[in-house]
C-alpha cells in the first residue's frame, strides 16, 4: 500500500464511520428547545463547520442572514423558509447565498428535522425589524461543543479530533 503524498503543513484529512446513520449514537449539543446539533467538521483555520441539526419541536427556529454561503442536505424531515416557495425533504439539497436572510420554519407535522449544513463564515441572528440578535460561526460552536463535551463527560479527544 502506498502512501498519498501530503503537502507540507496541510491539515489532515479525516474519516467518520457511519457519520449518516441518523440512528447512531452521538453527542447532540443542546442550541435550544428542541434544537441541537452533532459537529463533523469544526475548521476554524478556513472559517466554516459541517455538522447535523437536529430539531425536535415544530415552528419558527430562526430568522438570520448568512456571511458565507450555505450547503444542506436534508437527511430527515422537512423544513423550509418563510420568504421562499419550496419546502426541503429527506433527500433534497439547498444552497443559501451569503447575504440572503431568511426565517427557518419546521411544520408542524414534522416530528422530527435533521438537516446536514455546510456553513461557511457564519450567520447572524435578526428580529423582525433587522437588529442584530446574536452570531454564530465556526467558534461559536465549538465553544458550545466544548462545554456540553465536558458537561456531560464525553472525551473531549473526539471533540478536538473535529477541529482543523
Same mark, same amino acid.
Given at each position: 500500500?502506498?502512501?498519498?503524498?501530503?503537502?507540507?503543513?496541510?491539515?489532515?484529512?479525516?474519516?467518520?464511520?457511519?457519520?449518516?446513520?441518523?440512528?447512531?449514537? #452521538?453527542?447532540?449539543?443542546?442550541?435550544?428547545?428542541?434544537?441541537?446539533?452533532?459537529?463533523?467538521?469544526?475548521?476554524?483555520?478556513?472559517?466554516?463547520?459541517?455538522?447535523?441539526?437536529?430539531? &425536535? #419541536?415544530?415552528?419558527?427556529?430562526? &430568522?438570520?442572514?448568512?456571511?458565507?454561503?450555505?450547503?444542506? +442536505?436534508?437527511?430527515?424531515?422537512?423544513?423550509?423558509?418563510?420568504?421562499?416557495?419550496? #419546502?426541503? *425533504?429527506?433527500?433534497?439539497?439547498?444552497?443559501?447565498?451569503?447575504?440572503?436572510?431568511?426565517?427557518?420554519?419546521?411544520?408542524?407535522?414534522?416530528?422530527?428535522?435533521?438537516?446536514? +449544513?455546510?456553513?461557511?463564515?457564519?450567520?447572524?441572528?435578526?428580529?423582525?425589524?433587522?437588529?442584530?440578535?446574536?452570531?454564530?460561526?465556526?467558534?461559536? *460552536?465549538?465553544?458550545?461543543?466544548?462545554?456540553?463535551?465536558?458537561?456531560?463527560?464525553?472525551?473531549?479527544?473526539?471533540?478536538?479530533?473535529?477541529?482543523?
Amino acid at each position: 500500500m502506498s502512501s498519498i503524498p501530503t503537502v507540507a503543513g496541510a491539515a489532515p484529512g479525516q474519516f467518520l464511520p457511519s457519520a449518516l446513520d441518523l440512528d447512531a449514537q #452521538r453527542v447532540w449539543v443542546p442550541q435550544a428547545p428542541g434544537v441541537s446539533f452533532s459537529p463533523l467538521l469544526l475548521n476554524i483555520t478556513q472559517g466554516y463547520y459541517v455538522n447535523m441539526l437536529r430539531v &425536535r #419541536r415544530a415552528g419558527i427556529l430562526s &430568522r438570520h442572514r448568512h456571511t458565507g454561503p450555505v450547503h444542506a +442536505f436534508t437527511l430527515r424531515g422537512e423544513w423550509y423558509y418563510r420568504e421562499h416557495p419550496w #419546502r426541503a *425533504k429527506a433527500g433534497d439539497y439547498v444552497y443559501e447565498p451569503p447575504g440572503e436572510t431568511h426565517t427557518l420554519i419546521v411544520p408542524d407535522e414534522c416530528a422530527e428535522m435533521i438537516t446536514l +449544513f455546510h456553513v461557511s463564515g457564519g450567520y447572524n441572528y435578526l428580529d423582525e425589524q433587522g437588529q442584530l440578535m446574536g452570531v454564530e460561526d465556526v467558534f461559536t *460552536k465549538l465553544a458550545a461543543a466544548r462545554a456540553h463535551w465536558q458537561a456531560i463527560g464525553a472525551s473531549p479527544q473526539t471533540l478536538e479530533s473535529l477541529v482543523r
